[in-house]
């Protein structure tokens, strides 16, 4: 029997070494993809930027990683931007954003000098503007719009919708009040516009169409109020193969069209070409990923189901709770054997809906062995919690066949070290 191998090592020798469960991650694979966004967008098209939305998966090497490979870092929250700081990632390479930022966490990043401040609603510009004041300085921003244009993917992860809890509607009384406030403001430099319109995306129609939208309106607004757009960002969205799905997308089927959509709707216009920008996270890290559990009890319900229990679940990885994601697993210390059994893979918390995989295609299994669940890289790790109260699991990183420890298995200790 053999085990499975990822990134050159040996799964199985790792599960042993860390313990389970246990997040691994690929920095060649992490490499590979910001390569191709190097190759296929920023070294491909003039006046590009890229920035890696840190919330699919953030840990202070991994915004080593990001800022060694020379993209810029997306972050929504103080927290983001606090571990961007502890690695001295460079500010003026971040950009912030947030349907909801507090004062404390607009001055963090004005005091800090971040890059831009994506502002999502027009009460915002108050805030961003006392904090510039108070810092004595011009912040520069894009607005973030809400195109309204619809996108394939689960509900959850649509943002771009007419009714989104993200960005400024896109409609005239909404952008010509944010125009005015803006001509208040001393502070305060608009450099542009913005739109996510959704994640997890295999067709690139919805991105052009929303740039279709935004480049009118940037011909509005400039006809309106003599303001010209200096930078386009387009956020991300690109999907990646989970099971079922197709297989994930080479960077430039949405990039070269959405560089070919701007040029020719600016030209169309008669308005300067932009700045594009793009904002990836999923795309880049969700396959470099992988998290090992441990099997353990195994439940035939005869005629109905077998349950075979591990010891992970909703806590590591809510995203088949949260969104009914689907994922691909092998046995990992049983690579080579084809399956021969059908399993429905449970989580360990005390919930009916902690269910990782249903019907999964297994050979015989039995308590210890382990398990591999696939493509975990993105919004794993990032959206893990401690509900019951279970330990956040290791994250190790690996290198041209060498493992790392990056983020430290939680101890029972660490869950109740804050409470008084
Ligand atoms: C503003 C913004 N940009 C970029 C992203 C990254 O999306 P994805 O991981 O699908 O590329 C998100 C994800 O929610 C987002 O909200």
Known sequence: MSNLIFAGMDTVELAKKYGTPLYLM???LINDRCKEIRDDFLNKHPNTEAFYASKAFLTKEMARIIKREGLGMDVVSGGELYTALEVDFP???????????????????VKNDVGRIIVDNIGELDLV?????????????????????????????????????????LNKKSIEKGM?????MKNIQLLGFHSHIGSQLFDNQSHLKSIQIIVKLMKDVKDKFG???KELNTGGGYGIRYAGDENRR???????????????STKEYGLERPTITIEPGRWIVAEAGITLYTIGSIKEIEGVRTYVSVDGGMADNPRPSLYQAEYEAIVANKADKSPT???TIAGKCCESGDILIWDLKIPQVEAGDILAVLATGAYNYSMASNYN???????VMIRDGQDRLIVRRETYADLVKNQI
């Open 91 to 109: 500010m003026d390479r971040v950009i912030f954003h947030g349907n909801n930022k507090s004062i404390e966490e607009i001055e963090m990043a």
């Open 389 to 395: 109260k279970l330990p956040r699991p290791a994250v």
């Open 129 to 169: 503007e006392s904090a510039g004041y108070k810092y004595k300085k011009i912040v520069k921003i894009l607005f973030r719009i809400s195109p309204g244009v619809d996108s394939d993917t689960h509900k959850y992860i649509q943002t771009g919708q007419v009714d989104s809890k993200f960005g400024i509607p």
């Open 180 to 184: 005015e406030k803006l001509s208040e």
């Open 227 to 229: 303001f010209v757009t």
């Open 250 to 264: 080479p960077l430039a089927y949405f990039t070269d069209e959405i560089v070919k959509e701007v040029e020719k």
């Open 341 to 343: 059994e059908v399993a």
């Open 26 to 28: 690929s920095e060649d």
